[in-house]
């Protein structure tokens, strides 16, 4: 995000003895941020990709609208999973894949 910042007064004393003026004005600044899931495994369990990429399903159909929609969903058990994946899953059996914990959605997507 660009930020105007209005430059802290300098010293009176500059080096050239002139006393007027701040040294340093900073006139713009950037920030720059980094994030990522708050996970320790970084791949679906299911489908064996990264979390963060597209599953197996979306990859298949990637001009369809759901592709957009690959979102990742957590269990109560804390273990994450792709949605679509998860669903899949849970047609057939109502349990975690990882540890067999009957599964509950604590959050799905962002």
């Known amino acids: 995000a660009d930020t105007e910042v209005a430059a802290a007064p300098a010293s009176t004393k500059s080096s050239s003895g002139s006393g007027k003026g701040p040294q340093l004005e900073l006139k713009k600044w950037n920030a720059v941020a ?3 899931w708050d996970i320790v495994v ?3 369990a299911i ?3 990264h979390i963060m990429h597209l599953c197996i399903e979306c990859q298949a159909n990637s001009n369809s609208s759901a592709s957009e929609e690959c979102t ?3 269990g109560q058990c804390n273990h994450a999973f792709h949605f679509h994946c998860i669903s899949r899953w849970l047609r057939t059996r109502q349990v975690c894949p990882l540890d067999n914990q009957e ?3 604590q959050k799905v997507g962002n």
């Open 47 to 49: 489908c064996r990709n």
């Open 34 to 36: 980094l994030w990522a």
């Open 103 to 105: 599964w509950e959605f």
């Open 42 to 44: 970084e791949t679906c």
């Open 72 to 74: 990742v969903a957590w």
